[in-house]
């Protein structure tokens, strides 16, 4: 019994640590810092029930960490646009493109990205 619970144990652990590796990299990437400058693309659309959909595409630079950029394409799937001079944390991967994004404050963002977006 002990040994079954000893395996039981191993797997699980097992399991979680490979969810999180692969986590890591489907989702995980390099922090890029944009200021929304425009409402972006309107894109109309329906869901697969058939009901209506807005989507708004960004195209706007992005800066790392070092002031490196980047020119990144995301989408927001909000009824309405991006509050206009917000800056976001944008979530950038080699194979998925950007993965995420989160609104930040000014005083979250690298120095040197932020004298870029200045």
Same mark, same amino acid.
């Given at each position: ?47 697969? =029930?058939? /009901? ?6 960004? *195209?706007?630079?992005?800066?790392? %960490? $070092?002031? =490196?950029? /980047? ?6 799937? *909000?009824?309405?646009?991006?509050? %206009? $001079?917000?800056?976001? /944390? ?29």
């Amino acid at each position: 019994m002990k040994k079954v619970m000893i395996t039981l144990g191993v797997l699980a652990v097992l399991i979680i640590g490979g969810i999180s590796v692969v986590q890591k990299v489907i989702m995980g990437g390099t922090p890029y810092y944009v200021q929304i400058t425009t409402d972006g693309e309107k894109i109309d659309e329906k869901d697969d =029930s058939g /009901k209506p959909m807005v989507t708004y595409r960004y *195209q706007l630079t992005g800066y790392d %960490k $070092e002031g =490196s950029d /980047k020119e990144l394409t995301f989408d927001s799937f *909000q009824a309405r646009p991006l509050r %206009k $001079e917000a800056y976001l /944390k944008v979530i950038w991967n080699k194979s998925k493109g950007v993965t995420s994004w989160e609104e930040v404050q000014k005083d979250e963002i690298p120095s040197k990205a932020q004298a870029k977006l200045d």
